[in-house]
């Protein structure tokens, strides 16, 4: 399989006046097309900043990092935008929907930022919204549904504009269990159809649902460990 | 991101919080509704000063006391009156001049029978007519011979015969100003206001009779006249008259040496003119405080907005919304508000100057409503102007947004 990430030697630090705080201190990591990774550690241990890295949202200060073979460092805001919208989705803990606006035009909003024309645009919302369960919800507002349902919007979101990584970041930290296994199903089934999964958590039972988990402490990688995939019957932990 | 969809984006945003967007607009709104009511007001003094002085004719000529400054405008009672009725006299000799009058003002309480009413006693020449043409409804007007003789008659304002005469014919009826009877020789049709003054509420009578046997002057308040031919001619031959007269040794024609000013009815019509531009620049200009004022409310409101959608922008970000798209969402949200705050204002100005105007002309003969056409235009330009300056600011905020930060922002 082709690498989507490679980081090598990726640091990253925070200078606040004379003071540099190291949150990334080298990191190196490949992820494939078609993984399902979580990224497991405390607070503190820089999964999140790892994850901002990898997601366009921030910069490294040093190492390298290339995207589908593309260096990104070289790439200024507006390119990092442009990453966000056409390469990769995003799914948040908050949900972060538009307030008081339907679960179509929710859904719709990548696809309005990429210039994808009227027709298209609903075609594949709808299509998305039907790939989530969703389909009897399309013109609920946001504030009408229950925080699983709002997340699975966020996962329709996150696949409109059919990204490269889907970066999940503690997607079920506001749910409650029931909720958070569907979404954490719901996960599982993208990545079975061959989406790639990249999910920051600090709960064990959700890091269960991916096919790696990399575990990180203080800015390093403690552990990288391929669980087999249940399909196959193989090895669980 | 396409031009529509940023602005349907915006109209998204306005109508998702109704009542925050309307108490935006709010202090827009009134702005440029003061700016419209101010304009129009100003303009409507304007017009009603201007139709007051330009009624006249342009020919008409005053000369008036003046204590060397020249003026224009009505006379001023703090003067030294030098005007006599001999220099009318002496002016209605001149080719130049083709009716002249001595007018003496004053105002007393006018009584018949068991009625009084204080009012505006003028005291003109036979010839008065000529230079301020009014209809006479009833009788007849003065004569050369009432006012060579002393003659005690009065002609009336309609409202003044009204009130004094109630039903009865004022004509031969008498009436008393101090205690001098006069006969009521003639009544005015109804004429309106001229130069600020209710022509329908006045008493003329023999400018003889007024200065001698009544009010007891030597002097009168101005001379009126009106040109034969060309109006500098008669004003230059008029100063040359009166400096004879008054021994005012002036070749060179300074008019700081002369104890009476002439002018004309353009002179007063330009006066008024500046007059009305001034006021109407002033009245604009406390209009334009509101305007800043309302402005700033929108660059406070648009950044508390700003705060308060931190996460909003910060989605918005994530999804791939470069700087750009988030400061023109922002401040097409801005401009959007206060172009639509302008319609608003323009419209609420229109129609409250409409009903002030309305309400004004109860009470001011001749005040016309008067809205210049470009005022409305102008209005919602400025209007859009104003988002467009104190929308960039929070704009500028939001657009500059981290996009981690924003999105943990709680």
């Known amino acids: 399989m082709s690498s989507i990430i490679h980081l090598t030697n990726v640091v990253k630090e925070y200078v606040n006046g004379d003071v540099v705080t190291p949150a990334l201190r080298g990191i190196s990591l490949d992820i494939e097309a078609g993984e399902y990774v979580a990224l497991m ?32 460092s070289v790439l200024d805001d507006d390119a990092l935008a442009r990453m966000r919208r056409d390469r990769v989705g995003f799914v948040f803990q908050a949900f972060n929907l538009l307030p008081k606006t339907s679960v179509l035009e929710n859904v719709s ?129 | 991101m396409h031009r529509g969809d940023l602005l349907k984006t915006s109209i998204a945003s306005i109508l998702r919080n109704k009542a925050r967007s309307v108490l935006t607009i709010l202090g827009i709104v009134i702005g440029i509704a003061a700016v419209i009511l101010m304009l129009s007001i100003g303009q409507g003094a304007q017009q009603y000063i201007l139709n007051q002085v330009s009624n006249l004719g342009s020919d008409v000529i005053f000369i008036e006391p003046a204590s060397g400054e020249g003026t224009n405008g009505p006379p001023d009672p703090f003067v030294e009156q030098t005007l006599t009725i001999k220099d009318a006299t002496a002016l209605e000799k001149s080719p130049f001049l083709e009716a002249v009058s001595a007018v003496y003002i004053s105002s007393a309480p006018a009584s018949h029978e068991e009625t009084s009413k204080f009012a505006q006693i003028a005291g003109v020449d036979e010839d008065y007519l000529k230079i301020f043409p009014a209809d006479i409804g009833f009788g007849r007007f003065l004569d050369a011979s009432d006012v060579s003789s002393h003659a005690k008659v009065a002609v009336l304002g309609i409202k003044t015969a009204k009130d004094l005469f109630g039903d009865q014919d004022p004509i031969g009826g008498r009436i008393q100003i101090k205690n001098t009877t006069l006969r009521v020789i003639g009544v005015f049709t109804e004429l309106g206001t001229q130069f600020f003054q209710n022509l329908d509420e006045r008493i003329v009578i023999p400018v003889t009779t007024a200065t001698r046997d009544i009010f007891g002057a030597d002097n009168v308040s101005f001379i009126s006249a009106r040109a034969s031919g060309d109006i500098e001619l008669a004003k230059e031959e008029t100063q040359f008259i009166l400096r004879d007269r008054h021994n005012i040794n002036n070749p060179s024609g300074d008019v700081g040496k002369d104890d009476f000013a002439v002018s004309s009815q353009s002179d007063a019509v330009a006066t008024v003119a500046v007059v009305g ?41 994530a999804v791939g919304a470069t700087r750009r798209e988030i400061l023109l969402q922002f401040l097409y949200e801005a401009v959007l508000l206060t172009s639509f705050g302008g319609v608003v204002g323009v419209a609420l100005g229109v129609a409250v100057s409409w009903t002030s105007a309305t309400i004004v002309a109860q009470f001011v003969d001749k005040w016309q409503y008067v809205l210049p056409p470009e005022a409305i235009f102008l209005g919602v330009l400025v209007a859009t102007v104003v988002g467009l300056v104190f929308g960039v600011y929070p704009a500028r905020r939001a657009a500059k947004l981290d996009p981690i930060e924003a999105l943990r922002y709680e």
Request: cysteine-free; aromatic content about 4%; overall charge neutral.
């Open chain 2, 277 to 317: 531009n001034t006021l109407s620049i002033l009245l604009a200009s406390i209009a334009a405080i509101s305007l800043v004022v309302g402005g700033i409310g929108i660059m406070n409101i648009m950044l508390v907005s700003v705060t308060e959608r931190t996460r909003e922008i910060g989605l918005r970000k």
């Open chain 1, 109 to 237: 909003l990548p696809m309005m930022y990429a210039g994808v024309t009227n027709g298209e645009r609903r075609r594949r919302a709808m299509e998305a919204i039907e790939e989530v369960g969703l389909g009897h919800r399309v013109n609920f507002l946001s504030n009408q549904l229950s925080g699983g349902e709002k997340q699975r919007v966020a996962i329709a979101r996150a696949i409109v504009n059919d990204p490269a990584v889907i970066f999940a970041d503690e997607p079920t930290g506001n749910l409650d269990t029931k909720s958070g296994t569907d979404v954490l199903n719901l996960l599982s089934d993208l990545n079975n159809k061959g989406r790639t999964i990249v999910m920051v958590t600090h709960e064990t039972e959700a890091a269960e649902h991916a096919k790696r988990i990399v575990r990180m402490r203080d800015g390093q990688l403690l552990s990288d460990l391929v669980t087999h995939d249940r399909r196959t019957g193989g090895y669980n932990k």
């Open chain 1, 41 to 72: 550690g405390p607070s503190g241990s820089g999964k999140s900043t790892l994850m901002h890295i990898m997601g366009f949202l921030d910069h490294a200060t040093r190492g390298e990092y290339l995207f589908e073979g593309g260096d990104v």
